[in-house]
C-alpha cells in the first residue's frame, strides 16, 4: 500500500509542470490512495477534494468527526469506492489540511455522470469512477467551487486505464465487487495470462464511425 501512494504521488509533479497554478484537483476516494498521494506530491498553492458517494463516504465523515470512524455503505458505487474505514496512511496523510476537503454526491449524480462521459467522450467508467466528474457537474449547485482563476483537473480512478495501458483499444464493460488496486493488479494479470480469456476483433468501419464496435 505505501508503494501504491508513493506511485499515485508521481501525478501531482507531472500535473505541476505542465500545468500553471493554483491548481483545484477533483479524486474519486475509496480508502483514500489516490488521494494521499496526491495531497503528498502537490505544490503549494494547488487543492485537492476528494467526491464521495453519500453512502459510502468514509473520508468525508471522519474529517467531520475529525478522527477516523466506521462508514456505512448504502451506494451503487459501494463496489469500488466501498471501504467501511479511510486508510490510515490517507488520514495521516490529509488531516488538519486547509487544501484538502471532501464533498459527497448522490447516486443519481453518479449515474448522470457516469453516462455524460459514455455520451459526450465515449468513456465507459465504472460508477465510481464516476463520482469525481458527479461532484464538478451536480446541478443546481457545484458541490466544488473554483475560487478565481485556479485551473482544474478531475482524477478518475479505475480498472479500465490499466486495461487501456496494456496496450489495446478496448470497448467492454467491466464490474467489481469489493475492488481496489490489488484485486485490479490481480485482473489484469490473469486476464492477459489466459489467451482464451479474451480476444482482438475488428470493428465495421461505420460502427466504429459512430463509436460502437464488438468486444469479446
Same mark, same amino acid.
Given at each position: 500500500?505505501?508503494?501504491?501512494?508513493?506511485?499515485?504521488?508521481?501525478?501531482?509533479?507531472?500535473?505541476?509542470?505542465?500545468?500553471?497554478?493554483?491548481?483545484?484537483?477533483?479524486?474519486?476516494?475509496?480508502?483514500?490512495?489516490?488521494?494521499?498521494?496526491?495531497?503528498?506530491?502537490?505544490?503549494?498553492?494547488?487543492?485537492?477534494?476528494?467526491?464521495?458517494?453519500?453512502?459510502?463516504?468514509?473520508?468525508?465523515?471522519?474529517?467531520?468527526?475529525?478522527?477516523?470512524?466506521?462508514?456505512?455503505?448504502?451506494?451503487?458505487?459501494?463496489?469500488?469506492?466501498?471501504?467501511?474505514?479511510?486508510?490510515?496512511?490517507?488520514?495521516?496523510?490529509?488531516?488538519?489540511?486547509?487544501?484538502?476537503? @471532501? =464533498?459527497?454526491?448522490?447516486?443519481?449524480?453518479?449515474? #448522470?455522470?457516469?453516462? +455524460? !462521459?459514455?455520451? %459526450? /467522450?465515449?468513456?465507459?467508467?465504472?460508477?465510481?469512477?464516476?463520482?469525481?466528474?458527479?461532484?464538478?457537474?451536480?446541478?443546481?449547485?457545484?458541490?466544488?467551487?473554483?475560487?478565481?482563476?485556479?485551473?482544474?483537473?478531475?482524477?478518475?480512478?479505475?480498472?479500465?486505464?490499466?486495461?487501456?495501458?496494456?496496450?489495446?483499444?478496448?470497448?467492454?464493460?467491466?464490474? @467489481? =465487487?469489493?475492488?481496489?488496486?490489488?484485486?485490479?493488479? #490481480?485482473?489484469?494479470? +490473469? !486476464?492477459?495470462? %489466459? /489467451?482464451?480469456?479474451?480476444?482482438?476483433?475488428?470493428?465495421?468501419?461505420?460502427?466504429?464511425?459512430?463509436?460502437?464496435?464488438?468486444?469479446?
Amino acid at each position: 500500500l505505501p508503494d501504491i501512494v508513493a506511485g499515485a504521488g508521481t501525478i501531482a509533479p507531472e500535473l505541476a509542470a505542465d500545468v500553471e497554478g493554483p491548481l483545484t484537483i477533483v479524486t474519486c476516494v475509496g480508502g483514500g490512495g489516490l488521494i494521499a498521494g496526491l495531497t503528498t506530491g502537490m505544490r503549494s498553492g494547488d487543492r485537492i477534494v476528494g467526491a464521495e458517494p453519500v453512502g459510502a463516504s468514509c473520508l468525508h465523515q471522519a474529517l467531520a468527526a475529525d478522527h477516523r470512524i466506521p462508514a456505512e455503505l448504502d451506494s451503487i458505487a459501494a463496489d469500488s469506492l466501498g471501504a467501511t474505514e479511510v486508510g490510515e496512511i490517507c488520514w495521516n496523510t490529509v488531516a488538519g489540511r486547509d487544501d484538502v476537503s @471532501s =464533498v459527497v454526491v448522490t447516486d443519481d449524480d453518479i449515474v #448522470a455522470a457516469r453516462a +455524460a !462521459l459514455w455520451h %459526450d /467522450h465515449r468513456l465507459l467508467v465504472e460508477h465510481g469512477t464516476a463520482a469525481a466528474l458527479a461532484a464538478v457537474t451536480t446541478q443546481p449547485s457545484h458541490p466544488v467551487s473554483l475560487d478565481g482563476d485556479q485551473s482544474f483537473g478531475v482524477f478518475f480512478d479505475d480498472l479500465l486505464p490499466f486495461l487501456v495501458f496494456a496496450g489495446l483499444p478496448l470497448l467492454g464493460a467491466y464490474r @467489481s =465487487v469489493r475492488g481496489g488496486h490489488k484485486l485490479n493488479h #490481480a485482473v489484469l494479470t +490473469a !486476464l492477459l495470462a %489466459d /489467451h482464451s480469456a479474451w480476444r482482438v476483433v475488428e470493428a465495421e468501419p461505420a460502427r466504429r464511425a459512430r463509436g460502437h464496435g464488438e468486444a469479446g
